[in-house]
């Protein structure tokens, strides 16, 4: 849609074409609500979760399984998409170390094979002096974790790959992180689960693993997840009351003085103006403060909140299949890439040619640095060398390759940040009711896309009745959900407590390490 040089007048504007925004966007125009999304990529909706396209090749950005325990998302996601475009696949993901691939989870005679007598013994070894002789003072990640496991174990399957992923050493992260991420998993108990899973003893569902949900297999839409979101888009355009600017990103959000916004948003073909009753904004909270209009006192908190990026390059390799795996967790520290994603085990359907397979290497990095600066031709090079070092694909049969960034992939979770956070939702819900935060980035919280859903589902609740009568943020760190209680003395919120459905969804929030705490 071209820009407009007038106002275009809607009920409700909305920032980011992301699995929040468009979910929002989708339910309010069922219910006869006129919209206006922008979105900063010019070519594809989704946000993380879209599907790029290139040479014919699709490919995801991260790897989205379909899986949610609401009902209410998954019969959200059949109505848009239909069940006929969802594929099952078997779900296969392994580590890599030192040449060697180890099943996760951890199958104890593999294990054993793998990483040799010796070996073997010293892992052994350091979990029992570590089990005599623990840190005593726990303050990191990696303290508790050589507690739990040894120094051994802790460096071959702990170390290299967190750290890879946030970009900070495993003695600077907190125990509390830990304790929550590998919660009620010990040595003995992972040794007597892969001992019966090598026996094949295991009857229990999802082979016995108690301490984490392991799904066999999945759903996925047969051309990638963008697939869905694309279709969502075509659904809020085709309803009549829906505009989407692409390629436009958000210059200034005003509030006009009586409770509604002025939207301005800029792209290649000039600027767009929106005026709405209200304002759904999934864009992150660091970048939406600094573009509101007057500008919030919480701005200096929001401008502290940080951000993980991340990269994929993708490589089109000749051979149909390299490996079964959906994902390989890269646990050598020889290499830079953290995560090497199939394709093909995602969905055939997403390569093109029958002979030919295409991989996706996943580098966490900070926007600015090293990796995200690099030349696209120089990041192909760099995962080329990469795969046959790590002797996953011959050099020789990498046909071609395209580059991916991602900017504020992950909200980091410093000592500050809740402090931060608050402190820009509480004003602008005591200033701004009209104005909604939604999503991974609207919300500063690392979630999957049923969150997502949801938090933008219980926003057009409170939209539809006029009043704010669920509380979004309702989630807890032991994912308990409470009713949401007084808003300060001027407005009190309904007794309305959520469903088992929406705080199923709510639950998909995942932990994100802190920062060891400072001593005092």
């Avoid at 125990?175 to 019966?196: E, M």
């Amino acid at each position: 849609m071209n820009s407009v040089n007038t106002p275009l007048k809607v009920d409700v504007a909305i920032i980011g074409a992301g699995p929040a925004g468009l979910t929002a966007a989708y339910l309010l125009t069922k219910q006869g609500k006129s919209v206006a999304m922008i979105e900063k990529d010019p070519t594809y909706v989704g946000g993380i979760s879209r599907t790029v396209e290139h040479e014919g090749y699709r490919f995801d950005i991260g790897g989205h399984r379909f899986f949610s325990k609401s009902s209410q998302v998954v019969d959200m996601w059949n109505e848009i998409l239909g069940e006929d475009d969802f594929i099952q696949r078997p779900r296969m993901s392994r580590i890599y170390y030192e040449g060697k691939f180890y099943s996760y989870p951890l199958r104890a005679f593999e294990a054993l094979s793998n990483l040799g007598v010796l070996r073997s013994t010293a892992c052994m070894v350091s979990y029992l002096r570590y089990k005599l002789f623990p840190i005593k003072e726990v303050r990191s990640f990696e303290d508790w974790t050589t507690n739990q496991f040894g120094k051994r174990l802790y460096s071959i399957f702990f170390k290299t790959y967190t750290e890879k992923v946030w970009g900070m050493p495993c003695d600077e992260m907190s125990a509390d992180w830990a304790a929550q991420r590998i919660k009620g998993l010990s040595l003995w108990s992972a040794v007597v689960d892969g001992l019966k899973r090598s026996l094949g003893l295991n009857k229990k569902p999802n082979d016995g693993m108690a301490t984490k949900t392991l799904l066999e297999t999945f759903r996925y839409p047969r051309l990638g997840p963008g697939m869905m979101w694309e279709a969502a888009r075509d659904k809020v355009l085709a309803s009549g009351h829906g505009h989407l600017f692409m390629g436009h990103e958000l210059s200034q959000l005003s509030a006009n003085g009586k409770g509604g916004w002025r939207m301005s948003a800029r792209g290649d073909g000039g600027e767009v103006v929106i005026e709405a009753d209200h304002a759904i904004s999934s864009a992150p909270m660091r970048q939406l403060a600094k573009r509101l209009h007057p500008l919030p006192e919480s701005t200096i908190q929001a401008n502290d909140l940080k951000y993980r990026d991340f990269l994929t390059v993708a490589l089109m390799v000749e051979g149909e299949d390299l490996f079964p795996d959906n994902w390989i967790y890269i646990h050598d520290s020889k290499v830079q890439v953290g995560r090497v994603q199939n394709f093909r085990s995602w969905s055939p359907e997403m390569i093109p040619d029958a002979d030919m397979a295409c991989v996706g290497l996943e580098y966490f990095c900070f926007e600015g640095d090293g990796l995200w600066s690099m030349d696209d031709a120089d990041l192909i090079a760099l995962a080329t060398d990469e795969m046959e070092t790590l002797g996953l694909v011959d050099r020789d049969k990498v046909k071609s390759g395209a580059v991916v960034r991602q900017e504020k992939a992950y909200p980091v979770y410093d000592e500050d940040y809740a402090r931060n956070v608050e402190a820009m939702r509480a004003e602008l819900e005591a200033k701004h009711p009209t104005l909604h935060l939604v999503g991974r980035n609207g919300m500063h919280r690392y979630n999957n896309q049923d969150h997502a859903m949801m938090t933008a589902m219980l926003t057009v609740e409170n939209i539809l009745a006029g009043e704010r009568i669920y509380d979004t943020w309702c989630v807890n760190e032991d994912a308990e959900y409470h009713e949401a209680g007084d808003e300060g003395a001027e407005t009190s919120l309904p007794n309305r407590s959520l469903s088992a459905d929406q705080a199923a969804a709510l639950a998909s929030v995942r932990d994100v390490p802190e920062r060891v705490k400072k001593s005092a």
